[in-house]
Structure formats: structure tokens, C-alpha cells
């Protein structure tokens, strides 16, 4: 009767590895950091990855099994060193700080800042009254969502021309 008790854990494991898709070990280099789990970052991810772009995310929690989940991913803090160490962040070529919280975007771009000055980094903006605030930890894209909205409806409702120029200059404001 123990035996039972004893491998049938280890064939469910076994089973289990094998109908499972196989997570393999991604090299990071030349890659592009997503921090954050809502939409907004995990939509970046799946463009970024459309185009042929190696992603890594690094997420608060561990996804559920069946969300969709990134390809490579760490759960951690994108504010803290070690985590940004152990995604590689020296041979990254951004962080995109694009979580829903305005402060934890700029703690991960002053993170990401100490440990590459080189980097690239993008922060969100969800709260347009935080902007000069997530502005002063110099991202060198600045992504400001709801004044775009904002604009958008403003033209929209006035009758003026939409420009894209104009809304480029209100969504990405570059250092």
C-alpha cells in the first residue's frame, strides 16, 4: 500500500513535465526589460515579442497556469538591484517601467540608472498630477497615457484636426 503513495507523486510529476510546454533557458542579451503586470506592460511584451524582440518581464507574482505568461520571466521587484542583476540588466537594451504604480516606475528607473547609466529606460505615467515627480528620475521616455486621452477626446469633441505629431510630442515626452 506505501508504494502507491510513493510513486504516484513522481509519475504525476513525470506526466506533468511532459505535457507541459518546455520553459527553455533564454540568453539575455541585447534584450528588453518589461516591468510590471498589467495591461499596459504585458501588451509592450507581446509587441515587442511580435517583432522579434527578446523580452524579459519581471513580474510581482507568479502568473497562473493557465494566463498567458511571458516567455522568459522573473518574479521579483523591478525596483530592486538583485533582481535587475539577475535579469541581465548590464547587457539590456531598455527598462520599460510600465507598471500601474507611478512610484514604483520611478524607483525602477533610478534602479536600473544606478546599476547601467547607459540604459534606456521608459516610464508610465498613470496619474498626470505625478509626472513632474516620475520626470525627475530622468527617463529618457516619459509615457503619459492619460494626457493623451485627454487630448484625443479634447480634438475629437472640438472639431480640431487631429495631428499626429502633436500627440506623439503629449505621449512620449523625450528627454
Same mark, same amino acid.
Given at each position: 500500500?506505501?508504494?502507491?503513495?510513493?510513486?504516484?507523486?513522481?509519475?504525476?510529476?513525470?506526466?506533468?513535465?511532459?505535457?507541459?510546454?518546455?520553459?527553455?533557458?533564454?540568453?539575455?542579451?541585447?534584450?528588453v526589460? +518589461? @516591468? &510590471? !503586470? %498589467?495591461?499596459?506592460?504585458?501588451?509592450?511584451?507581446?509587441?515587442?515579442? =511580435?517583432?522579434?524582440v527578446?523580452?524579459? #518581464?519581471?513580474?510581482?507574482?507568479?502568473?497562473?497556469?493557465?494566463?498567458?505568461?511571458?516567455?522568459?520571466? +522573473? @518574479? &521579483? !521587484? %523591478?525596483?530592486?538591484?538583485?533582481?535587475?542583476?539577475?535579469?541581465?540588466? =548590464?547587457?539590456?537594451?531598455?527598462?520599460? #517601467?510600465?507598471?500601474?504604480?507611478?512610484?514604483?516606475?520611478?524607483?525602477?528607473?533610478?534602479?536600473?540608472?544606478?546599476?547601467?547609466?547607459?540604459?534606456?529606460?521608459?516610464?508610465?505615467?498613470?496619474?498626470?498630477?505625478?509626472?513632474?515627480?516620475?520626470?525627475?528620475?530622468?527617463?529618457?521616455?516619459?509615457?503619459?497615457?492619460?494626457?493623451?486621452?485627454?487630448?484625443?477626446?479634447?480634438?475629437?469633441l472640438?472639431?480640431?484636426?487631429?495631428?499626429?505629431?502633436?500627440?506623439?510630442?503629449?505621449?512620449?515626452?523625450?528627454s
Open positions: 500500500t506505501s508504494l502507491p503513495a510513493i510513486v504516484a507523486p513522481l509519475i504525476d510529476k513525470r506526466m506533468m513535465n511532459l505535457l507541459q510546454p518546455r520553459r527553455r533557458k533564454m540568453k539575455r542579451a541585447s534584450h526589460i +518589461v @516591468v &510590471g !503586470d %498589467g495591461p499596459l506592460a504585458q501588451d509592450a511584451a507581446r509587441a515587442l515579442a =511580435a517583432r522579434g527578446q523580452t524579459t #518581464a519581471i513580474l510581482a507574482q507568479k502568473p497562473a497556469a493557465d494566463a498567458d505568461q511571458p516567455e522568459d520571466f +522573473v @518574479v &521579483g !521587484d %523591478g525596483s530592486d538591484t538583485e533582481t535587475l542583476r539577475k535579469v541581465h540588466l =548590464a547587457e539590456a537594451r531598455a527598462v520599460l #517601467a510600465l507598471s500601474d504604480d507611478d512610484s514604483y516606475n520611478a524607483f525602477v528607473v533610478l534602479a536600473a540608472k544606478e546599476l547601467n547609466p547607459n540604459v534606456r529606460t521608459v516610464a508610465a505615467v498613470s496619474d498626470t498630477r505625478n509626472t513632474g515627480r516620475v520626470a525627475r528620475t530622468r527617463p529618457d521616455v516619459l509615457l503619459t497615457l492619460p494626457q493623451l486621452g485627454g487630448e484625443l477626446l479634447a480634438m475629437a472640438s472639431g480640431e484636426e487631429v495631428k499626429a505629431d502633436a500627440l506623439i510630442t503629449q505621449l512620449l515626452k523625450l
